[in-house]
């Protein structure tokens, strides 16, 4: 079955410091790897999303992310955090033939002055 | 503006009772969703359609019905089999119902039971 890990519930950056949140995905073929992100009480915004190519994807508000085929990771970073990036984060995939998307459980981002 | 709108944002349900929560989008996507929320839970996909009067079950369906006699309207009713509604509702939409498509989502509704 499609899984999706986020290792971390709860994530504290200081502001200014960079940032990675981790996500890794059940082995299948040919993935097709989303992150979004939830203010509370919100619905749920695309950041990026990675389906072939170049394993470095740029998204929206600074954020990147890196495709790792080897280690079924696809780990979202910003250089440097600011205190309006405290949210929650999904990562989800997809798989070819399948038309659904599988969410992992979220990391929070806290920020600190 | 084109967007997804959910109606209403909290929403009170006595027990035994029927509730629908309203979905609309007039973005012209054919395929619609459905998800539950839950501290901790990620997203749950419930229903989906890919098409007008089409639609199949997700992950935990059950308590749960749809209909899609619109383009543009997914109503999910939450009935009284559902032992445990109170959760956040996030309805999406995309172009199409492929993999590469991207999900867009609304502001979601918030169930409670009294």
């Known amino acids: 079955a499609q899984s999706v890990t986020q290792p971390d519930i709860h994530i504290t950056v200081s502001e200014g410091a960079s940032l990675e949140l981790r996500c890794n995905y059940s082995?299948?073929?040919?993935?097709?790897l989303f992150w979004y992100v939830q203010s509370p009480g919100q619905g749920l915004q695309l950041l990026l999303k990675y389906f072939s190519g170049d394993t470095l994807v740029q998204g929206i508000k600074g954020f990147e992310a890196e495709f790792k085929r080897s280690q079924s990771s696809f780990n979202l970073r910003k250089p440097s955090v600011h205190w309006s990036d405290a949210a929650e984060y999904f990562c989800a995939v997809a798989y070819s033939g399948y038309s659904t998307l599988t969410f992992g459980k979220g990391t929070m981002l806290l920020v600190s002055p | 503006d084109g967007g997804i709108t959910q109606s209403p944002k909290y929403l009170f349900r006595k027990e035994g009772q029927n509730v629908t929560l309203s979905c609309e989008q007039n973005l012209n996507h054919d395929a619609m969703y459905w998800y539950r929320q839950d501290p901790g839970q990620g997203l749950r996909l419930i229903y989906y359609?890919?098409?007008?009067?089409?639609?199949q079950k997700g992950d935990i369906a059950e308590g749960y019905s749809v209909s899609r006699e619109k383009k543009e309207s997914f109503p999910l009713t939450v009935t009284s089999a559902q032992k445990n509604p109170t959760a956040f509702y996030l309805c999406?939409?995309?172009?199409?119902?492929?993999?590469?498509?991207?999900?867009?989502f609304g502001p979601g509704t918030r169930l409670l039971v009294l």
């Open positions: 999406a939409s995309s172009i199409g119902p492929g993999e590469q498509e991207t999900q867009y």
């Open positions: 359609s890919q098409i007008v009067n089409d639609f």
């Open positions: 082995y299948g073929a040919t993935p097709y």
